[in-house]
Structures are given as C-alpha cells and as structure tokens.
C-alpha cells in the first residue's frame, strides 16, 4: 500500500517534470541588466520579461538615464544575463510536499495519541497489562504490535491481510527504535 | 480473486528461503557470484530454444540499464524537490510572500521593479514576520519579534523532523555514509533502504536543512538514492534475489545521489568508488600522483578491475549520475540552470607565489579535520553510553535552539549555508552589494570598475572580517555537536562552509597586504597597482576543498568535484596542492576519516581495504579455539541425528559448522552455514515423511548403511558448501587479512596436514587488527 502511494507520487513528480516543459508563464522569463555607476549615475538593475534574443541594454534598460551619445559606453559596461524558473514547478513541488508532510504529521498522531486512547476504550485496561512489552514500551507507538497480532482471526481477507501487513510493519520499526535509540547499536 | 490474490501475496510475509541471510550479518560474496553465473549460463542456454527464450535473455542484459535509468530519474527528481523545498522553508522562518506563499523570498521579488541597488532584495509582496504582524518593518521592537519568531520556525522544524524519524523510520537518522560502505561491502542491514527510510529521508531532510542547523544534505542524498537503488532492485529478480548483484547497482546509486549533491556526475562516480564501494583503492593513490599530468578521462581508463566489482559497473554509474544530473537539470530548481547554488565561473589567473597560502589552507584544513573528527568521535560515544542518549529529541530541540540564537545577530550565518558558501566563492563583480566587496574605489581609474579590484578596503570589509571570524568560531564548535544526532545530518556543506570563511579571510589578508606592501619583493611582480592581483573568492574555494579533504580523506574525488563545480581546470593546481597537504597533515594524526571512524565506533565489520597489516602473526595465533576453549563443533558426515544438529544449533551461536569425515580422523568435507541448516531441519520435519530427531543427516551423496529399523536418513547435502577456503596453520596473517579482504570472507578455516584445527572469523580478524593496533577488540561488535 505503501508502495503505491509512492510510486503514484513519483508519477506526480514525473507528470510536472513534463508540465513544466509545455508550459511557460510570460513571467517566467525576465532579463537582468546590471548596470555600474558611470559618472553621475548610480548603479542600476533592471529587469524585464523579454526573450533571449532581445536580451541586452538597448531593450531592457529604460528609461536610459544618460543621453544619446553615451548610451553605447554606458551599455559596455552593463552586464545582462537572461533567466528562466518555472512557476508552475515551484507551486506543485511546495504543495505536494506539504500534503505529504501534512498526511505524516496527521498519521503521527494518530499513531501516538488517538490509537492508544481508542484501543484502550475498545479493549479496556487489561489488555494492556497482559501486554508483552514491558512499562516503558507502552509509551512507544507499536507497543501493542503483538497483541493485535496474535488475536487477528485466521480468514485471509483483504482488510485482515492489511492489519497483518501494518502490525508486521510497525513490529520492524519498534525493532528498529530498538537499535537505534535504546541500545545505541546502530547509527549511533 | 487473481488481482486480488496478487495484492495480498504482497502484504504476506515473505517466507525465507535457503541462500538468504540474516540481519546484521555478511554475504558471502563468492556464493552470490557463482549463483549469478549460474544464472547467467542457464538463461544463455536457454535462449537458443525459441524467440521468446531470446527475448527473455536480451530483457535480462539489459535490465541493468533500465534499473539505473530509473535510479537516475528518481534521484533527480527527489533531489529537485528537496533543493526547492529546502529554498522555501529556510525564508519561511524570516517571512512570507503575500502574493503566492509558495515561494522563496528570491521567487517572490523576481518580478519587482525596484530599481535602485540598495533596495533590489525588497519587494512589496514579500514581507518579514514582524511587518507582517505589527506593520512595523524596522526598528528594535521588529527585530526582537523577527528574532523570536526565527527561533520558534526553527524549533518547530528541528521537533517535526525527529519526532517523524523516531515514530517512523529511526533508520533515517544520521548521515548514512557510514552504513553504506558497510553494507557494500557485504554487511546487511534490512530496512536501512527500506521504502519508509526513503520517504521519512527526504521529507526529514528538508525540515532539518530549513531549521538553521549546522548540517548539509549531501551525505542523506547519497542514502536517498541507495534506497531508490534498493527500491528498482526489487522489480528484477535479478537483482533482488542476488546480494552481490544488488550491491553493485547500489553502488552506482551511491554515485547518481553525489551526481546530485553536487552537479559533479564525474567527482560522484568517483566518490563512489573511492569512498563507498569496496574496490581497487591500491591503484588510487597511484592515480592521485600521476593526476598532475592526466586529464580525467584516461584515469577513468586506468582504474583497473576491481576485486568486488567488474568495469562496467564503472560505466553504469557514470550513466546513473548521468541521468540524474540531466533530471535535475530540467527541473531547474535554482532558476538559472545550474545544478548547485555555489556554481562559480571566474578565470582569473593565480600565481605561484600564492601557493603559500594555498599551502597554509591546506594544513589548516588537516588540523582543523584531526580535530573535529576527535571532537565529533569522542561526543558520538558519550551519547551513546551515558543517559544523554536518553534524550534524543530534547538533544535535538536544544541544539537547534542554540543554533538558532546565536545564529540570528550574525548576518553570515542568519542565511542558510550554501548562500554563505555561494557568497563566498562568488568575487566581487559589478554592484556586489555586500559587505565584502566594500572596497574604495577611485572614480578616475581608468579600467572598469568590475575588474578584480587592487584596492583598499573600505571598512564594510572589515566589519566583514570580524563577523566571518565569529561565524567561523562558531561553525567549528557547533558542527561538532549536531552531526551524529538522530535527525538527517551531512558534512559536506558544514565543512566547506568552515574552510570557504577561513580562506575568504585569509585571501582578503593577502589582497590588503599586496596592497599596502606592494614594493616588497615577492609582490613587485605581481601585484601592480591597477593590475590584476588577488582572488580572494579562489582562496575560499580552496579552503573550502582543503577541509572537506581534511574531514573526509577524500583525494581524487575531491579534486574532480571542487573543479566540476568550478567549471574548468585552471585551478586544478591549488585545490590539488590544499587537498594534499590537508591529507597529509590529517594523516599525520590519525589515519581514519570521518566516516571510517564512526564506523569504528558502531563495531561495523567494515575490514578496509587501505589498511595495511604488517605484523608478523600467523593463523594459528589467532584461530578458535584458542587452547582454554571448548573443542570446535563440528557436524560428521554421516553419523550425526537430527536431534543433535537441533541441540548444536540451540547451545551456540556460532554462524556455522565444518562437516569433517568422522570425529577420529578430523578430515574435512566442507563447511554448512547455520541458517541454511535450520531451514532445511524445519523444512525437512514439515514436508518429508519419516523424518523424526533420530534420523541421521548425512552430507554424502549415497546414503549410510544402516540397519532396516532406524528411521529414514535424511540427506542435506545440497546445502554443503564443498569449497571451503582453507589456509594451513603457519600462513601468515598477513597473507590472511589479504585473503578475507580480497575475497571478502566471512570465515575459513585452518587445517594442519588435511586435519581440522580451527576457524578464523572476520569478527577474528577485525578483532586481532584492532588489538594489533592498540585499539579495543571488544568494540568490534558484529560478524
């Protein structure tokens, strides 16, 4: 399940790759002229939305602030570089990441607040007594990984199949958190 | 109930089968080879029988490529999306933009149309917190609220990173550089490039860079794509069923991540190969030398066969970083097609005088490298064995806040890193607006003003230079303590940024002193006034190299990344004279890198390939058992019941067993591995009839002789390993350590006269160069 959804968000990201491609904003292009001061003018930007072959001094700086016959030594001196963003790539990047980051976040805590309340309502508090972790376990998201495990019903359908799948999911995790942060073995 | 079916054989467990390993141990590299061979020569065969048989085959030769296809557009495209996330988070924590909040404090002004220079970073629509709250934009009150709320961003974003790490993926933490080259070299880790770690790497990633942390995101990049290497792995069952095979693949995965990191497809196939694959590094220190001469191109050709690796894993890779760079390109996250923010593009010439300071860079990158990695070494093993490893998100969230405070008055460090590095490599051109380019300029000079300036500096440059000095303090200190917390960390930003501000100040020393002492004699011929003299932007480029080289021990690929990123080979001189003398001074320390001595402090059965053995023991020194142990287990050939085989594998934990003819004579048949045994015992009790614990397991090709009344035998001998390496008792460790190195080992065993004596281990191995070394042995912790 998991798979799928990544791999359908990586179709996402392939699909504004192409977009990004096809479409292009008139915004999206500009031309920056950087112009050093020469005698009293001050130093200047300009920018300007023109296309590359109409980007130097004549076209994108305006108004020009000296007169006829020092436009071409002014010019010499500025310097203009032409760019290109995509818009539209910035806006599907930032928003896609923040969905993902948002069901995270939302999954979280229904991982570590409202499982544990619901369960301990549906099962009440013996079943957390009979537990196999030990106290300080049952703080830890998963700490009921093996019960929910060994009173699953043996019926292969598609939703015991998916419990099976996600205890057995979390049960690597809390193995993991094990190595990780309580016994410093790996990744220390 | 089909669709179905195969959508619920996913969510079942995978049953494991005979030839698959188990946590935390090694591949045995030679039986992974001779199963690809096999393989290989089967589907050959098989091709000449029909069309289809042909097709298969040609699909299998080119599965390859298409896995590193994949790889390179997946690493790309993640990569892209971490550049622009990370470029909007960090300006989320000073302001917003109004218009659309989806960009970055740069997007959101591109279209202004301030004109004057002073005001080019301001823009309407983009306003800071305390504008945004109060409708005040200057003044104390602002900036205490714009300092408060920087911090609270930061917090926000350092405890959402690690909660989600802890909560879904602690395999996330870290830099993953480390447990990579393990697990290339044979070591397996499962869930380390598991799909969780994947996605909690990259979206933890970006909320740790945006927090203002100390970090870099170049070491969690080369993990990000390993794991999207290990994802396409298991499309193929070429690569998913062989260990060996997948290693390989993950190699040039590790290479697409650099390609990415960095914008150097030619320096990551490098650094993969110097620093991650267990290859040839014997021939690497040759090719540095001879480096002055060779243009890159025919050093790729001279880098021989690797022992663990063929040569076309070398042009896989290159292709992998290929397409990866290519991907990111066209997502373009910087807005000006270039793949890296601090992308430089200067041609000044340098002068041999100036190696001297090149030189100095160098030493201060070595001494500034010995002393972080013992900083960093000797923090790491407090948080790992006293109660502050308890604390990981407290660790986490104070860490963050002291960055964050002392981070904010100073404007070198308020921006993110590579902005600070992009600063400082870039030289001053027309209209710099910072600080650093505050130099005098006299306005009847006759050249332009953006030639690179002979010129005093103004005092904007030394404000400059007391605020890149606190910065620089202050990285040092606190890079040591944020690498290694359990948040995604890297090294390579940090550490250029270190040797980017120590090289900017000391070029800036130079330029001023050209230019006061210009009638000395080293600068009379080089430095006239009105000439061209001082880069000081070159000097923070090789700063910035020599402590990269300093920390990681990078030689080549340093080189070749520094001048890909540089973009031409001009300065190809000095960044090999800093990288050099950063090594060789760092060497004179200590010999092990970064990554190799957090290595060292996991217990990692990591036997690296530049460590050279040359103590006179022999094997006998070193074989189990040693004379005050138990006698060694061993399985005979044909006179050994079920129930003892149980009871072996129930009282040891020894990860296998020699097979010898008989107990008497001792003469070795061949060697079982303790996995396989316990599968095939279990297998044989579910499946065959007639088998109970008082069968006999024989290893011969005929069954035993054996009275009408015992129960059927049963027969294991397709699980023998019936070449086992042997060495005699007197063969020198040296000669040893190279077997197990080349070969990649996990064990062999030791013989005297065709009789069995004992085995040698890697843990053994490892064990006894640790203590040959005067380290501790009981630090080596896996086999």
């Known amino acids: 399940m998991k798979f799928l959804f990544g791999v359908e968000a990586f179709c996402l990201a392939c699909f504004v790759l192409l977009s990004q491609v096809s479409a292009k904003n008139s915004e999206d292009i500009r031309c920056k002229c950087i112009c050093p001061p020469y005698r009293e003018v001050e130093g200047q930007i300009y920018k300007q939305n023109v296309s590359l072959k109409d980007c130097n001094c004549l076209h994108v700086v305006e108004p020009m602030p000296v007169d006829g016959k020092d436009v071409e030594a002014y010019c010499l001196r500025c310097e203009c570089k032409y760019e290109e963003r995509s818009s539209g790539t910035i806006k599907v990047t930032i928003i896609i990441y923040l969905s993902i980051l948002g069901l995270l976040l939302l999954y979280m805590v229904y991982l570590t607040l409202l499982e544990p309340m619901l369960k301990r309502r549906l099962f009440g508090h013996s079943q957390l007594i009979h537990s196999d972790d030990d106290v300080v376990g049952d703080q830890q998201p998963f700490a009921n990984a093996h019960n929910v495990l060994s009173r699953s019903h043996s019926r292969p359908n598609m939703l015991n199949k998916v419990e099976h799948a996600q205890q057995r999911w979390r049960r690597q995790v809390q193995e993991q958190r094990k190595s990780v942060f309580d016994r410093h073995v790996v990744l220390s | ?783």
């Open chain 2, 1 to 783: 109930m089909n669709g179905a079916g195969t959508l619920m054989d996913f969510l079942d467990e995978p049953f494991p089968d005979v030839g698959t390993y188990e946590d935390f141990h090694t591949i045995d590299w030679l039986r992974e080879k001779s199963r690809d061979t096999d393989r290989h020569r089967k589907i050959t065969s098989k091709s000449k029988e029909s069309i289809w048989e042909l097709i298969k085959s040609l699909l299998d030769a080119w599965s390859g490529w298409v896995v590193m296809l994949l790889i390179g557009l997946l690493s790309g495209t993640l990569a892209g999306v971490i550049d622009l996330a990370v470029d909007w988070m960090t300006d989320l924590k000073e302001g917003v933009c109004l218009s659309a909040f989806w960009y970055s404090h740069e997007q959101c002004c591109w279209t202004s149309n301030q004109t004057t220079f002073a005001d080019r970073d301001k823009c309407p629509q983009w306003q800071k917190w305390a504008e945004l709250m109060t409708g005040h934009a200057e003044g104390a009150g602002a900036y205490l609220l714009n300092y408060f709320l920087y911090i609270l961003w930061a917090l926000l974003f350092s405890f959402l990173a690690v909660s989600l790490v802890r909560v879904f993926a602690p395999y996330a933490c870290g830099s993953g550089i480390p447990e990579i080259k393990t697990i290339l070299s044979g070591f397996i880790i499962r869930g380390y490039l598991g799909k969780w770690t994947l996605l909690i790497k990259t979206v933890t990633l970006v909320l740790a860079v945006s927090s203002g942390l100390s970090l870099g995101k170049e070491g969690p990049l080369v993990h990000v794509a390993c794991c999207c290497g290990n994802l396409f792995c298991s499309l193929f069952s070429k690569y998913s069923k062989n260990e060996g095979k997948r290693r390989e693949v993950l190699s040039a995965a590790a290479a697409a991540g650099v390609s990415v990191a960095f914008g150097a497809p030619i320096g990551g196939v490098l650094f993969s190969l110097e620093e991650v694959s267990h290859s040839l590094f014997y021939q690497i220190r040759l090719i540095f030398a001879s480096f002055l001469d060779l243009p890159v191109v025919t050093v790729c050709y001279l880098l021989q066969v690797s022992y663990y690796f063929p040569l076309k894993t070398l042009w896989r890779s290159f292709f992998a970083a290929l397409v990866a760079a290519f991907t990111l390109r066209s997502i373009n996250p910087f807005g000006n097609s270039r793949l890296v923010l601090f992308y430089v593009e200067y041609h000044t010439p340098w002068y041999m005088a100036e190696l001297v300071p090149f030189i100095l860079l160098g030493v201060f990158g070595g001494l500034w490298g010995t002393l972080f990695i013992r900083a960093n070494i000797a923090w790491c093993r407090r948080r790992k064995t006293t109660q502050l490893g308890k604390y990981p998100v407290l660790e986490v969230i104070i860490v963050t806040g002291i960055t964050a405070l002392l981070a904010y008055p100073n404007p070198y460090t308020r921006r993110s890193t590579s902005e600070l590095i992009s600063e400082l490599f870039n030289d001053c051109g027309a209209l710099e607006s910072s600080q650093l380019c505050d130099y005098y300029n006299n306005p009847n000079m006759s050249r332009p003003v953006d030639d690179i300036p002979d010129r005093p500096a103004g005092p904007g440059v030394y404000n400059a230079m007391w605020q890149l000095t606190l910065a620089l303090i202050f990285k040092i200190v606190i890079t040591i303590f944020t690498f290694g917390m359990k948040i995604p960390s890297g090294l390579f930003i940090p550490s250029m940024a270190v040797g980017a501000i120590a090289g900017r100040i000391v070029g800036i020393a130079v330029e001023q002193m050209a230019y006061h002492h210009h009638d000395w004699i080293i600068f009379k011929n080089w430095c006239r006034p009105g000439a061209d003299c001082v880069t000081p932007g070159l000097y923070a480029m090789v700063g910035a190299a020599a402590c990269l080289g300093g920390v990681t021990r990078m030689t080549v690929s340093l080189v070749v990344i520094m001048f890909e990123l540089t973009g031409g080979l001009e300065y190809i001189v000095p960044l090999m004279a800093a990288a050099v003398t950063s090594k060789w001074v760092a060497d004179a320390f200590g010999k092990e890198g970064i990554y190799e001595s957090h290595i060292q402090l996991n217990g990692y059965p990591y036997l690296d390939i530049r460590d050279e053995f040359t103590h006179r023991t022999l094997a006998t020194d070193v074989m189990r058992p040693r004379r005050n142990d138990p006698p060694l287990a061993v399985l005979t050939q044909d006179s050994t019941t079920v129930e003892d085989v149980e009871t072996l594998i129930k009282d040891t934990d020894y990860n296998g067993f020699p097979v010898v003819v008989s107990r008497e004579s001792e003469r070795l048949i061949g060697f079982v591995q303790r996995r396989d045994l316990t599968l095939a015992i279990k297998n044989a009790r579910q499946k065959q009839d007639g088998v109970v614990s008082s069968s006999v397991v024989y290893f011969t090709e005929d069954a035993p002789q054996l009275p009408a009344s015992n129960p059927q035998p049963l027969k294991l001998r397709r699980i023998l390993n019936l070449s086992p390496f042997t060495v005699t008792d007197h063969t020198p460790m040296e000669t040893v350590v190279d077997i197990f190195r080349k070969l990649g080992l996990r064990q062999c065993l030791v013989t005297r006269s065709g009789r069995l004596l004992g085995i040698i281990t890697k843990k053994d191995v490892l064990r006894h160069m640790a203590q040959m070394m005067n380290q501790d042995p009981e630090s080596i912790m896996f086999n």
